[in-house]
């Protein structure tokens, strides 16, 4: 089958690295997926704004696994492709290297004509590319979208191409004070992309029931639901000296943590962590335990940080690393105690299943998705409950018997998701979509 696959994301994400969050890495382990799938004839494509071009095409550069995936095109003329893509990169680079002086000094004067040689490159290109050119259409069978909102070229083509929309939550939706307005307006704008006759894959059973109860235009039939799994990345890391020096990277004390991992937002329920971790190390006088935030800040994430300021006894107790290397993280997680995740609601919850992975045991909430993905492995709370919280804390770190059962329970769950499974069943959807067996599901949804 031949897949037209959009990475627009995995380009934005290149360009700016706190954008690796959970849904860039399952874009990128599908897109390996499907590219090593014997079924799978891949292009890759992107939508949005020209530049989008340029930063995937600088991320399948930097990715030489993908970059053997065609991009598709509609010039023709590759080299004048490249050399304009070199020319884009290169002024960009020029531009970033030079001092940011408020005078109107020569540099500003040389930073102005750098960024309308930029204007002219991408409106050029313009006329020389379209994200989805109507030959890549004409010879595809499916159009898959796994978060940008399904493209009108797409919904409205004149061949029979089956499109699909991977959808990770609808949190904006559901619950949209915990997110500003552009951040609902992306999600909405893809869910209001489907139609009747789309295909929807969803990361969680909770996410696809959270679909067809607000969408009365798609048929349950047509939703499947894709399980996602933690990267390679994430594995029990043994080496105490790596350990040691990922702590003195990051400026963790030599003592034992609990680890959060998250966008510093009010949905990931942050602060009460903050509180529970306060009071537990007060009320039990504990002197060697710490807290380790990591994360790129988010929306309000000025009242995580007023949380700590309004206590002093947090100030050396508490370490914000800001974001972290991939190559990092499987030590980070490996050196923790205990990971806590009590967000209050998830599509489907990467970093609890990263730290399973890791063998790490895992306090999240009893919300959405997130039973689905720990499954007994872990210590379920109510995300509001901060006795509970308090108590889960405190019994984990007094109890190393008990931190060593659920460490070997957080591999066995672990070992429930893979990337291999998700590429089958996102496979399993395409061949429904395109081998008509759409009414025999229909029938035993």
């Known amino acids: 089958m031949k897949v037209l696959y959009n990475i627009t994301l995995l380009g ?148 029979p191409i089956q499109k699909f929309l991977t959808v990770h939550d609808l949190i904006p939706i559901i619950h949209p004070e915990f997110f500003d307005l552009k951040d609902n307006d992306t999600v909405q704008r893809a869910i209001s992309s489907i139609d009747p006759e789309s295909w929807v894959l969803c990361v969680s059973q909770s996410t696809k029931n959270d679909l067809c109860n607000y969408l009365s235009i798609i048929d349950p039939a047509r939703v499947f639901v894709t399980h996602l799994a933690a990267s390679k990345l994430f594995y029990p890391c043994l080496d105490s000296q790596q350990i040691a020096a990922t702590r003195g990277k990051y400026n963790i004390p030599n003592a034992p943590y609990i680890l959060s991992l998250s966008t510093l937002e009010p949905r990931k329920n942050i602060d009460l962590t903050i509180r529970c971790f306060l009071q537990v190390i007060q009320q039990e006088k504990i002197q060697d335990l710490n807290l380790v935030l990591v994360g790129a800040k988010g929306w309000k994430y000025d009242r995580i940080f007023a949380e700590i300021s309004r206590n ?16 990092d993280l499987a030590a980070l997680y490996s050196g923790a105690i205990a990971f806590v995740y009590p967000s209050f609601y998830e599509g489907f919850g990467l970093p609890p299943l990263e730290a399973m992975q890791c063998g790490v045991p895992v306090i999240t909430s009893n919300t959405s998705s997130l039973p689905e993905v720990v499954g007994d492995a872990g210590i379920m709370v109510d995300p509001k409950d901060s006795d509970m919280l308090c108590h889960s804390l405190l019994e984990l770190y007094n109890c190393p018997d008990l931190r060593q059962s659920m460490s070997q329970k957080s591999l066995e769950q672990a070992k429930k998701f893979s990337w291999e499974q998700c590429t089958q069943q996102t496979l399993a959807a395409y061949r429904v979509a395109l081998d008509g067996n759409y009414e025999v599901r229909k029938e035993r949804n």
């Open 312 to 327: 002093p006894i947090l100030k050396d107790r508490i370490i914000a690393t800001g974001y972290v290397a991939d190559e």
């Open 12 to 159: 934005a994400a290149h360009r700016h690295h706190l954008s690796r969050t959970g849904i860039f890495r399952v874009i990128e382990n599908l897109a390996y997926g499907l590219k090593n799938s014997n079924e799978c004839d891949l292009i890759f494509c992107t939508q949005g704004y020209q530049y989008i071009l340029f930063d995937v095409l600088d991320y399948l550069q930097f990715n030489s696994d993908l970059a053997e995936v065609p991009l598709g095109y509609q010039s023709k003329d590759v080299k004048f492709r490249r050399w304009l893509h070199n020319v884009y990169h290169n002024l960009n680079q020029e531009l970033d290297n030079l001092p940011k002086s408020q005078k109107l000094a020569p540099e500003i004067l040389v930073r102005r004509a750098i960024r309308k040689v930029l204007t002219y490159v991408t409106q050029y290109t313009r006329s020389l590319y379209k994200p989805i050119s109507s030959h890549n259409l004409a010879r595809s069978d499916i159009y898959h979208s796994p978060y940008e909102p399904i493209p009108d070229e797409i919904r409205k083509a004149a061949t």
